[in-house]
């Protein structure tokens, strides 16, 4: 067995290098997983497990010291060091954004004036945030992105005023790091993260990656089996957001202990301020009730209110390759698991055994579709919902509600267009759930807005509704139609 606590009358315990490697191979096999690595953290030690193999067609196996890419995850890194700047004085939250970058821009000129980095950060800033151009390898990537945003980043709604993931918004953020500190964003985390943490297997190329045992992402082939995706990575331009940060489980947690000491590290220095550190907990804008996401953002982090809690964390998704991150601050226990490929909804089942047993926190059972649904006007959720990454077609049949998804633009070019049409039913006035479950786990989707159209459809992004055939953007400073008036958002 692991290490045992006691938390007031209840033993906590940390789950043994057998149990996370069987649970892990049984998850993995459930979610047709290639490859999954896990790291358990409690207090100053740690457990890990893997399972299945970094490729497909080459075979090698997943070791603990495997390097998976974490996706978003990377956000709670750009938010760290957008943090240590606020702690040296030279970057104000609440100040705008052109502030520090004069040449930013928006469609919306007004926007771009109010827009700050606290709103970047909680991912209320309004503009569309699915660009994922690429704009080479160069030391110059992330500031073409930002300057494309003056052109493409139409604004769906006034800054602060509903949650809206934000991935361009890192990316300025990353900007705003850059030009802060006079080097790349990827020399700053290696300066002022991966050298304090001690991390040395950390990526942020491929040509770094390929000094590690790297994992390949795969997708799911016309027979079901997992192939390999087209490429290893998403384009530099997106790096601050999340596009090629790679690490281990185990460095992860080494990260996440340095959160849940308030940013003081073992040897006495600081990676942040106690201030800065309770700070990017602190909730900042509340969130849909979608599961997909907590019941609200900080500062980076997505929080999470379990029984048991609070859990700050965040997940993270790239081209194949899939992470979790939980951390349980008051318990001192942390989890982090990483895929390359597969279905990672399944990976929450360890998650919920694995804090039940080492924190005493319950994680909330998946919502299921209702026995019964409520009846409502249909009417309120049909229509087209669209964004330049994505659209949602929502239509009546005759055995109910569809849904239509399909990638659009820079997405549908990394990772091959992809259309899903689900059966949903209604969960309540402004909630469809879909009627088969994926992992365990039936999606959810909200719908905003107080008239007898929704406005919004929302799953983590608020998508605007726009003109049948047409996408956010499409027609530049009119937003492709869409209605960016403030009236009738929740």
Not at 90 to 111: C, I, K
Not at 415 to 429: I, M, P
Not at 437 to 449: E, I, N, P, V
């Amino acid at each position: 067995m692991g290490r045992s606590d006691v938390a007031g009358s209840v033993a906590r315990t940390l789950p043994t290098p057998e149990y996370l490697a069987t649970r892990l191979g049984e998850l993995a096999k459930r979610g047709n997983i290639p490859g999954a690595s896990v790291a358990v953290r409690m207090g100053d030690e740690t457990v890990v497990a893997a399972t299945g193999v970094l490729d497909v067609e080459i075979g090698y196996p997943v070791t603990p010291d495997s390097i998976f890419q974490i996706g978003s995850i990377t956000k709670v890194w750009t938010a760290t060091l957008i943090m240590q700047l606020v702690d040296e004085g030279v970057l104000d939250l609440d100040a705008p954004v052109r502030t520090y970058l004069p040449e930013f821009g928006l469609v919306d000129e007004a926007a771009a004036q109010a827009v700050t980095p606290r709103q970047l950060l909680c991912h209320t800033a309004g503009f569309e945030g699915d660009l994922f151009d690429d704009h080479g390898p160069g030391d110059d990537a992330v500031a073409n992105l930002v300057a494309d945003l003056a052109e493409k980043a139409g604004q769906l709604f006034a800054p602060g005023e509903m949650f809206s993931y934000c991935n361009s918004g890192f990316v300025t953020l990353g900007r705003i790091i850059e030009v802060l500190t006079g080097q790349t964003w990827e020399a700053t985390l290696r300066e002022r993260i991966a050298v304090p943490l001690g991390l040395g297997r950390l990526a942020t190329s491929a040509n770094e990656a390929i000094l590690h045992r790297v994992a390949i992402g795969h997708a799911s082939g016309p027979d079901g089996t997992a192939v390999r995706v087209p490429g290893w990575e998403m384009p530099r331009s997106n790096a601050p957001a999340g596009s090629t940060l790679t690490t281990t489980a185990t460095d992860l947690l080494v990260f996440a202990a340095a959160h849940i000491a308030r940013g003081l590290l073992p040897d006495g220095t600081r990676l942040l301020s106690e201030a800065s550190a309770l700070a990017m907990r602190e909730p900042q804008v509340q969130v849909p009730d979608i599961e997909a996401v907590g019941g609200a953002w900080g500062l980076g982090w997505n929080l999470f209110d379990w029984t048991g809690g609070p859990i700050i964390g965040h997940d993270g998704g790239t081209m194949g390759q899939a992470a979790i991150l939980r951390v349980a601050p008051e318990s001192d226990v942390s989890i982090a698991i990483l895929t390359n490929g597969g279905d990672l909804a399944v990976m929450y089942d360890l998650v919920r055994d694995v804090f039940a047993s080492a924190a005493d926190v319950r994680v909330p059972e998946p919502v299921v579709p209702p026995a019964e649904s409520p009846v409502v006007d249909p009417r309120f959720f049909v229509g087209r919902y669209a964004s330049q990454a994505m659209a949602f077609d929502v239509v009546e049949s005759e055995d109910g509600l569809e849904l239509t998804m399909r990638t659009l633009g820079a997405a549908a070019e990394m990772l091959g267009e992809q259309v899903k049409t689900s059966k949903l039913v209604v969960r309540d006035a402004r909630t469809l759930i879909e009627v088969e479950a994926q992992g365990g786990q039936h999606t959810q989707y909200a719908f905003l807005g107080d008239g007898d159209r929704a406005r919004f459809l929302h799953m983590t992004r608020a998508i605007p509704r726009v003109a049948a055939g047409e996408t956010a953007g499409a027609h530049g400073g009119d937003q492709g139609g869409v209605d960016c008036s403030a009236g009738g958002a929740r």
